[in-house]
Structure formats: structure tokens, C-alpha cells
């Protein structure tokens, strides 16, 4: 059974820092992109970071410079270091484990964030 749970949401203020963490099990986690979206009330979901098999990274132009997004194969788990958070990256975080060569994902069930002003 495959599992990604997030940890690491909560309430911060504007200017303030957040670590989202993702631990995967029932998966070859070292084959997967991983890959972090979030959603915000009325808006579609949207990628914020991605971060390769091989460990090459890719931010949304929204968070570049203040995110960054890291991964341990030997732990199984994804990270989201975020930085200087703004009221707009209030969302729900999820993260998302993709293989490319079969087009298979899996999804977790979300993080909430809120950043206040």
C-alpha cells in the first residue's frame, strides 16, 4: 500500500519559515519524482516545486528564491523548505510522487499552511 504523509503545516507569520516534510512507503521512493502542489480556497492546484530522481530541482516562479525543495532517498522522504512566507502561499500543500516512464502518481492527503499579515 502506498502512502506519502505531509507534516509541517501550521501558522506562521508573514516573513516566517515552515519545513513541509513527505514520508513515502510502498513505493521505490529513488525512482520518483517528487514533487510538491498547493492549493488555495477557489483556485485551481498548482506546481510549486519539483525535484528529479536524480535531484534536479524546478520552482514556480512565485516562490523562486524563497522555497527550496530537498529529498533523503535513504529516509524515503521530500522536503519543502519555505522561506519568507507571504499571506498568498496560504494553502493546502500536498505532495506528489510521479514516475514518468509508466505515468504513475500518487498523491498525499495535504497540509494546510497559513501565512497571516
Known amino acids: 500500500q502506498v502512502q506519502l504523509v505531509e507534516s509541517g503545516g501550521g501558522l506562521v507569520q508573514a516573513g516566517g519559515s515552515l519545513r513541509l516534510s513527505c514520508a513515502a512507503s510502498?513505493?521505490?521512493?529513488?525512482?520518483?519524482?517528487m514533487r510538491w502542489y498547493r492549493q488555495a480556497p477557489g483556485k485551481q492546484r498548482e506546481l510549486v516545486a519539483v525535484i528529479t530522481k536524480s535531484g534536479v530541482t524546478n520552482y514556480a516562479d512565485s516562490v523562486k528564491g524563497r522555497f527550496t525543495i530537498s529529498r533523503d532517498n535513504a529516509k524515503t522522504t521530500v522536503y519543502l523548505e519555505m522561506n519568507s512566507l507571504k499571506p498568498e502561499d496560504t494553502a493546502v500543500y500536498y505532495c506528489?510522487?510521479?514516475?514518468?516512464?509508466?505515468?504513475?502518481?500518487?498523491w498525499g492527503q495535504g497540509t494546510q499552511v497559513t501565512v497571516s499579515s
Open positions: 510502498g513505493i521505490i521512493f529513488s525512482i520518483y519524482a
Open positions: 506528489n510522487a510521479v514516475d514518468l516512464t509508466i505515468a504513475r502518481e500518487y
